[in-house]
């Protein structure tokens, strides 16, 4: 079974700094997608941003950037340039990807981390 | 908005009571997924249904149920229900089982069970 660890409950940035949120995950597949998930105080969930396991680059979107390091089995979020509006939970996802162009469907979610920014 | 819906927002019960929630997927989209969010289990994957046919199953319990209408939108049957059932529900929608499309959520009802 697949496991999802964010090891930071909380954290907090001044707005306008940088901020790293961590995410390590236990799985034996090889073909898999992760994804870090915004959850803002309206309980809206909002895709950040997706890595796909076999792609060695790593995924970036507008401030948001992440460092996916797949012998380690850690994918860690970096928002640059934080924004009062970044406030939010943030959940780091896993998905197993089930044959060419497959997938398993469900999303594995971690506990998730509190971010907040300051002014 | 993802254009998911779902109803009601909110909705208050008692133990041992039977409620059905709503989800509206978006249009064209053939895949729903139901998730728990409570503070003590975080994000769970309940069921998933595709075109009608249910695809997976998560920990969902068996006082749980959901199927997925000819229109495609989707209802999950909590019965019996206990305290520790109160959590945001949410659903999601994408455009196809077998590949690796983003999850769209709707904004989720909040069920609370006293």
């Known amino acids: 079974a697949q496991t999802v660890t964010q090891s930071q409950p909380e954290m907090s940035v001044q707005e306008a700094e940088t901020v790293t949120l961590s995410c390590t995950y236990d799985?034996?597949?090889?073909?898999?997608?992760l994804f870090w998930y915004k959850q803002p105080p309206s309980r809206q969930m909002i895709l950040v941003i997706r890595?796909?396991?076999?792609?060695?680059q790593n995924a970036t979107e507008n401030r948001f950037s992440v460092n996916f390091q797949k012998a380690a089995k850690s994918f860690s979020l970096k928002i640059s340039d934080s924004q009062l509006g970044d406030t939010a939970m943030y959940f780091c996802a896993f998905m197993k990807r089930v044959g060419y162009g497959g997938s398993q469907g469900n999303l594995i979610f971690g506990k998730g981390t509190k971010l907040s920014v300051k002014p | 908005d993802s254009g998911v819906t779902q109803t009601p927002k909110h909705l208050i019960t008692a133990t041992g009571q039977r409620v059905t929630l709503r989800c509206s997927p978006r249009s064209g989209d053939l895949s729903v997924y139901w998730y728990q969010q409570s503070l003590d289990q975080g994000l769970q994957f309940l069921i998933h249904?595709?075109?009608?046919?249910?695809?997976a199953k998560g920990n969902i319990l068996e006082r749980f149920s959901a199927q997925q209408f000819p229109d495609l939108h989707s209802e999950l049957n909590l019965s019996s229900l206990e305290l520790g059932d109160s959590a945001l529900y949410f659903c999601?929608?994408?455009?196809?089982?077998?590949?690796?499309?983003?999850?769209?959520f709707g904004p989720g009802t909040r069920l609370t069970v006293l």
């Open positions: 799985t034996s597949e090889n073909n898999y997608y």
């Open positions: 999601a929608s994408s455009p196809l089982a077998g590949v690796d499309n983003e999850q769209f």
């Open positions: 249904y595709y075109n009608g046919e249910e695809r």
């Open positions: 890595q796909e396991a076999y792609k060695q």
